[in-house]
């Protein structure tokens, strides 16, 4: 199935894996890569510049097809450095950035010059029209449904989706609420070219986290996410667990938010233990609401086909006889 | 446009207008009936049964197609007579019923022996079996998105839409974030077998609600929408104006939600003087996200034919050629 962001990206299916912190690594995307869709190396992912160059030429011997480098910019209390991070993805030969967080006007320069294709993660539409202008190739709208960060405006993506695609002229992948090919087909015909899917790549076999935290997904419900640091505006939809429940008591308290009895319970590493250990007590983890619509654990070559198989049977056996009736 | 909605319900295309207290007068339903979609009329929007059949009477005179009645079960303070409200329907012949609120297990005897389709409205999968157990004919799946009551859970239709789908055995209309041909294309993606629409329907211009409501809805984005009386456990979103806000502030202030002070801003009459002066200040209006979305005020003829005729082309000449590609 190709679109035009298969075609600026290379790729055989409109379907980019979401950059996830502790999780994008060469093992899963390597294997997204494989599977036709785009695999994503998440950069902060590694202990610094150096580990995510070691990281690319991994991941490029598991893969020869393309792949890119999720790199997040956010307000952090060490500063990391940036230029350096950007140096070993562009020295690496990586051609496909996706940026998230900040506004990324620092780095086009250095990426256009490189010739990469700019990929860029927004909540609202006037983000999107302002990533646009700054010169990005293609922008992933994440609508309220989305893990991590779906800003404070809380639009879903039946609704932010047709506005992109009234606005934008740059195609744009649909983020937030994607893991089967009913899905694919409803972000086509909403005007999107291709699905961003995190949490349903978190849940297959070459995922590199623990077996525990892909079952337990399996089996937690649409109403098992939840949206904390609302009173930071740094929303972020997490999978509902003690510690979670935890921060929404903080956050419920009269008054100012203490910033500093949440940092403990969310800061720095979350999410890194409850992957590696399996405890799904153990941190704080990133999900998007779709968790509900997740009931296996297949590997991405075979999700990947599958999905693009459903959409395209939805659309030649389902809605193309309904346009006939 | 067929479907199994469309066959049941004895209409051309799958759209349905959504029950709206004080919109959905003979006005509006006959225009929308006429227009090949099915129009609905309010039954408490009418002061007591006798006026309920009248306003029957008026929109079977407006049009010779199906039309159906909203019964909306709510607990309230002053007794209100379900019964006799039930009578008037079944009495005047008209066999399509849209139930909302509280279960309507009371009412399905009469509803069944008159040979009536009744279509439930729910914003949650359980909701919706329960429902089907029932012996409802379609339920209206209603989204995060919806206006009016979209529940306590905060689920979106593009994950709570291929939930219905992957567990109903009945046919169900998709509720919340419909505006559009895109969104009618996309449901029928999803799974539903055609769309509920209310804000759209109410920015029409047979809408029997002020011009100066109408052009405000048009003019609003997709972030002037807010949930009120989620203290109370009776979510509610309305279009965003002062009066939200001062909802808004008691809701946020700690302790239990003091629903005194609430009463007198949302009771009763909200949104009826509203939508007969245009002051858009004067109460409490429903409204769904999908206001940023609309941006005219058609005639309903226009409306539907317009929706239709893009989720064709949509399906034709984008879907079916991905496929092929």
Redesign the interface.
């Given at each position: 199935?190709?679109?035009r962001v298969t075609r600026m990206l290379g790729i055989r299916h409109p379907i980019v894996q979401g950059g996830m912190q502790w999780v994008g690594r060469a093992e899963l995307a390597s294997a997204v890569s494989n599977a036709g869709a785009l695999g994503i190396l998440t950069a902060l992912t590694q202990a610094d510049p150096e580990a995510l160059r070691r990281e690319i030429l991994r991941c490029r011997e598991m893969t020869d097809q393309p792949f890119g480098v999720n790199l997040t910019i956010l307000p952090t209390l060490r500063p990391v450095p940036y230029e350096e991070y950007l140096d070993a993805i562009l020295d690496s030969g990586v051609r496909i950035v996706e940026t998230a967080g900040r506004n990324p006007e620092p780095y086009m320069p250095r990426l256009k010059q490189a010739g990469a294709t700019v990929i860029h993660k927004c909540t609202s539409?006037r983000h999107a029209l302002k990533a646009e202008a700054l010169g990005c190739d293609i922008v992933s709208v994440d609508?309220?449904?989305c893990a991590g960060h779906p800003g404070e405006?809380d639009?879903?993506?039946?609704?932010?989706?047709?506005?992109a695609?009234r606005r934008l002229k740059i195609p744009f992948l649909a983020s937030?609420?994607?893991?089967?090919g009913?899905?694919l087909?409803?972000?086509?015909?909403?005007?999107a070219d291709g699905i961003n899917m995190g949490t349903r790549f978190l849940v297959t076999r070459e995922a590199p986290v623990h077996p525990m935290v892909k079952q337990r997904l399996v089996e937690a419900s649409?109403?098992d996410t939840a949206l904390i640091l609302r009173s930071l505006r740094n929303t972020s939809r997490v999978f509902s667990n003690g510690v979670v429940r935890q921060v929404l008591e903080i956050e419920a308290?009269?008054g100012e938010t203490d910033f500093a009895q949440i940092a403990p319970l969310v800061k720095g590493n979350r999410g890194r233990e409850l992957f590696e250990t399996g405890d799904m007590e153990r941190g704080v983890c990133s999900a998007g609401?779709?968790v509900?619509?997740i009931e296996d654990i297949p590997a991405c070559e075979e999700l990947v086909s599958r999905i693009v198989r459903e959409?395209?049977h939805?659309?030649?056996e389902?809605?193309?006889p309904?346009?006939e009736?």
């Open positions: 199935m190709q679109t539409v609508g309220f449904e405006d639009v879903s993506n039946l609704v932010l989706l047709p506005l695609a937030g609420g994607f893991a089967d009913r899905g087909a409803a972000a086509l015909a909403l005007g649409e109403r308290r009269p609401m779709v509900g619509l959409a395209g939805i659309i030649r389902r809605l193309l309904l346009t009736a």
